[in-house]
């Protein structure tokens, strides 16, 4: 049976109110993956209660509802969750390039175009961004997957609503899973130079809806079924804490030498360091260990 | 076994060009989703080999038809295997995986694709097909052209998938063995059983072609330096410093940016500093939109100064520029875009009154049409050519009219007044004025040439803001009709709801009132919290029941022990079960004797008999039933007494009968009849 990610405060006391970080209700969309637990003030009570966990959405109608409460408040886990959307966002603007007209040189005597970049260009770009998502953490060289998903949660469009609704009521346990695989098989296409945002929300989807009916994927490229075979090898649990870059050059597979190669490049060129790796675990994190 | 070169063959089962190249290659790869950018590829992989002996044209050319026909095949996967007729909408869904590997002998290129399912695969002596260049339909066309370009060529095909893979190679020259390339193996077609084969055959090194340095690659060895300053100097126009022209080409500059984004080059800001003495301040005219660079070649245009180095560059927009404005041919503006080769303007900057015979026709023609006149088949252009009209009817009345008739009388008149004049003064006189009237024309021919196009750009500038202000309108117009409908909606919903607002009023006064909702609305709340409550032990049980689930499941039974646990668990439910139903039966028998009582109760009491009477009538009765309770137990013992007495006589009955029959049946009888009779007597 799997695991869901259950957070360990349902509850906050009314005097931490100030640590949190909150945001409009109104500005919330719908279906939009929360990036940590959402917790509303009660004034009555003087008490922060968990209104939905990490992963899960609103609808319509729950926002609406909500929005007497005026704000959302986050734990200041959010904190270490923001860069990882903000390299989404990048991400999204390098995929998204398209040609630009140059103007207000003085030198210009024609139409001067911009193309945009090709796909080594973006490939390197791309890894320029993820690079720094990857951490020194005390186990070895790893990526959160949560985090991985909040990247790609960014990166991507929002699901589907009738997919995302029939996911959460099917099977609760397994939505989880299949959120945190889809984003995982985005990110090594990403860091195989895969850049097409077309393709790889294509991809997205088609992981989760595999995940959730528990089916094998199937593609007509051979080297997107590796990619796949090593994301749900390397990702078995939604618990699992972090994902280790030493997975792919135990790999004797063709795909796992090309990881294994671009991993080298991170490491030696954009990999984070410091004393508190983020991770949803321990107290900086939003589950208790 | 296949072989090419002296290295020898690793794999060919896998897909990848690692498998046909030695241990220490370098296979760089990249996934490509369109055609576009092949170049930029091309370009980075031959910097990237650059000094590695390969022949770069070949190795180009196989690059790049290698990845068109890998997309082609793929393509028609969605619109057949055609030509691409679209350019933008052209990506793929899934991705070609381009591997580009090098070892000390050979470049190998490989392309991995998915081949429709439009196109039938016949493997069956495809190589001798290919060989023979027998080909049967346009993917075995493109596997020929690609084996013909390459010095060899692997096809590998799952056919169960349909994945493919097109491997060409090509060797270096001075590193292949040249028997290799002379002796060209035929087509190797492989047929991929991916279970077959877990490991792939790894080479040195793979590397993305991002992660090569390509600014360094890409870069241009020999790089042009800046412009400098022109070597034969700059050029002043008269009473010009060099300070006061830097001043004002700054100042020329910042206004043409203020008025549009765009910026004009230098040269045109000098010619426009000529014109400015020319026309006063008048011409420093900006057309604010996309078409400044356009103005200022129009400008040089007008002018006619130095510019055709600068039109060389710009040519080709101003060409649209004025067939966009004026809609004249090509070879109209081709004319006008070389005013150093304009006889006309020339004749202009050296004085001359001549006109060519073609503009002579063409102002003619315009003379006779009058102002209708259009020469230029844009009809929306018609009020621009008119003041064209104007200013050419203009020039043409200063060439050929009748001041051009008047001075020409004049230079013929002046000669024989010349003649028989003999004062000298006078002659100058003449002379001079002749020359100075000669003059004039060409400053005015000159002056009407630049009012033409001055009016010409005010009325492009005017007919732009006529444009923009009847947009203007229009999108006002239309919103205000939408703002107009929107009020009528509104009063419309106005009405709906005043009237909806009426009903409910009627509707109210029938009901009751509302403290019957009210009522229903705490009954309503009152069931809510009942059903939460309910909900709340049931989920509390559901808790339960999955924590008992779970504890069921890892003590690991067997199911044998399980399905013996159920059968007993059941069992004693069904027991309970009955048991409860009897507790039920017994309780509801209790209940109905207990409501009798009851029922009796309340009879009596509705009756309203005296209790103390009947206290007293109840003692009574007991006393007297006490009484004879005692009479019947002392009639009882009488009862058993006699009872015994008759069981006594009984017996002896019994034994005096046996007395008797033996006294019969012995000689004693008579004795003992007396003694019978005596008995009985006494008795």
């Known amino acids: ?289 | 076994m296949f072989s090419f070169g002296k290295t020898q063959v690793r794999s060919l089962k896998r897909f990848g060009v690692a498998g046909v190249l030695g241990e220490d290659s370098e296979v760089f790869y990249n996934a490509l989703f369109s055609t576009r950018h092949i170049g930029k590829i091309s370009d980075l992989l031959s910097a990237r080999f650059n000094g590695s002996g390969i022949d770069e044209i070949k190795f180009r050319k196989l690059l790049i038809f290698s990845i068109f026909q890998a997309y082609r095949a793929q393509f028609s996967r969605r619109i057949g295997f055609k030509l691409l007729s679209r350019w933008m909408d052209d990506s793929l869904e899934t991705p070609l995986i381009i591997e580009c590997g090098i070892d000390n002998e050979k470049v190998a290129i490989g392309l991995s694709f998915c081949i429709s399912k439009n196109i039938s695969i016949n493997i069956d002596e495809l190589s001798e097909r290919i060989s023979r260049k027998e080909v049967r339909d346009s993917f075995e066309e493109m596997l020929a052209d690609l084996y013909e370009q390459s010095d060899c060529l692997i096809f590998k095909y799952h056919s169960e998938s349909r994945k493919s893979e097109v491997i060409s190679i090509i060797g270096i020259d001075g590193k292949i063995d040249p028997v290799s390339i002379k002796k060209k193996p035929p087509l190797e077609v492989v047929l991929v059983d991916r279970i077959e084969s877990k490991q792939a055959p790894k080479p040195r090194v793979y590397i993305d072609l991002g992660d090569l340095d390509y600014p360094k690659l890409l870069k241009e060895e020999k790089t042009v330096k800046n412009l400098e300053g022109f070597s034969t100097g700059d050029f002043l126009a008269p009473e010009e410093t060099g300070d006061n022209l830097v001043e004002k080409k700054l100042r020329l500059k910042s206004d043409l940016t203020s008025g549009s984004k765009k910026a004009v080059h230098p040269d045109s800001v000098k010619v426009l500093k000529g014109e400015r003495d020319a026309l006063g301040d008048e011409d420093s005219i900006v057309i604010s939109g996309s078409d400044d660079e356009s103005l200022a070649g129009s400008r040089e245009w007008g002018k006619g100064k130095g510019i055709v180095a600068t039109l060389a560059g710009a040519k080709g927009k101003i060409r649209n520029f004025f067939r966009k404005l004026w809609g004249r041919s090509e070879e109209e503006i081709s004319s006008d875009l070389v005013p150093a080769s304009d006889p006309d303007l020339s004749r202009s900057v050296d004085g001359s009154q001549m006109e060519s015979p073609e503009e002579h026709a063409v102002l003619e023609h315009y003379l006779a049409e009058g102002d209708e006149v259009n020469v230029v088949s844009r009809v929306d252009d018609e009020k621009l050519l008119t003041s064209e009209a104007h200013a050419r009817k203009l020039l043409f009345e200063l060439r050929v009219g009748s001041f051009d008739n008047l001075v020409k009388q004049m230079e013929r008149d002046v000669v024989p007044i010349c003649k028989d004049v003999k004062n000298a003064k006078v002659v100058n006189w003449i002379r001079t004025m002749s020359v100075m009237l000669s003059s004039e024309k060409a400053r005015l021919q000159e002056m009407a040439r630049k009012l033409n196009l001055n009016i010409r750009i005010k009325e492009i500038s005017s007919e732009k803001k006529i444009t923009e202000l009847e947009e203007e309108m229009k999108r006002k117009d239309i919103q205000l009709s939408a703002k107009q409908n929107a009020i009528l909606r509104n009063k419309e919903q106005l009405l709906q709801v005043t009237r909806n607002m009426d009903k409910l009023k009627n509707l109210a006064q029938d009901v009751s009132g509302a403290s019957h909702f009210k009522q229903k609305d705490a009954m309503n709340q009152r069931v809510l919290t009942i059903a939460k409550e309910e909900n709340y032990k049931l989920i509390q049980r559901v808790d339960e029941l999955r924590q008992q689930l779970t504890a069921v499941q890892s003590s690991a039974k067997s199911q044998s022990q399980i399905g013996t646990e159920y059968v007993a668990l059941k069992a004693r439910h069904e027991r309970l079960y009955k048991q409860a139903e009897e507790f039920k039966k017994s309780n509801r028998q209790l209940m109905d004797h207990i409501s009798t009582i009851k029922q009796g109760r309340s009879e009596v009491q509705g009756a309203g008999v005296d209790i103390s009477e009947g206290n007293r009538r109840l003692e009574a009765a007991m006393k007297l039933a006490t009484l004879n309770k005692k009479d019947a137990d002392a009639m009882k013992v009488r009862v058993l007494v006699l009872q015994k007495q008759e069981v006594k006589l009984k017996m002896e009955i019994i034994q005096y009968k046996r007395l008797l029959e033996d006294s019969k049946t012995s000689d004693a009888g008579a004795q003992a009849e007396a003694k019978v009779k005596a008995k009985g007597e006494e008795s």
């Open chain 1, 1 to 289: 049976m799997e695991e869901t990610l259950e957070f360990s405060a349902k509850k906050l006391r009314h005097d931490v109110v100030a640590n949190l970080f909150k945001v409009r209700i109104d500005s919330i969309k719908p279906y939009a993956l929360m990036l940590a637990p959402v917790y509303i003030y009660l004034k009555s009570n003087r008490k922060l209660i968990a209104v939905k966990g990490p992963l899960d959405f609103f609808t319509a109608s729950e926002l609406r509802h909500l929005i007497p409460f005026k704000y959302f408040y986050f734990s200041p886990f959010i904190a270490a969750v923001l860069p990882y959307r903000e390299a989404g966002r990048q991400a999204r603007f390098v995929l998204n390039m398209k040609e630009q007209e140059v103007v207000g040189k003085a030198e210009s005597l024609y139409p001067e175009i911009i193309l945009p970049p090709s796909p080594f260009e973006r490939s390197d770009a791309i890894l320029r961004i993820i690079g720094p998502l990857w951490w020194k953490y005390k186990e070895g060289v790893g990526v959160d997957p949560f985090l991985v998903t909040v990247f790609v949660n960014e990166l991507c469009m929002l699901f589907p609503t009738d997919k995302l609704m029939l996911a959460r009521d099917k099977d609760i346990e397994n939505y989880d899973l299949a959120l945190l695989r889809s984003s995982w098989v985005v990110f090594l296409c990403l860091l195989l130079g895969y850049c097409s945002l077309e393709f790889i929300n294509n991809i997205r989807i088609q992981v989760f809806d595999d995940v959730i009916n528990k089916k094998l994927v199937k593609s007509d490229a051979e080297e997107i079924l590796d990619i796949i075979s090593i994301s749900y090898s390397t990702l078995r649990s939604s618990r699992l804490k972090i994902i280790k870059s030493d997975v792919f050059s135990e790999s004797d597979e063709k795909i796992g030498l090309k990881l294994a190669a671009r991993m080298k490049r991170v490491e030696r060129e954009f990999l984070s360091s410091g004393s508190h790796p983020p991770s949803i675990y321990g107290k900086r994190g939003f589950i208790d260990v």
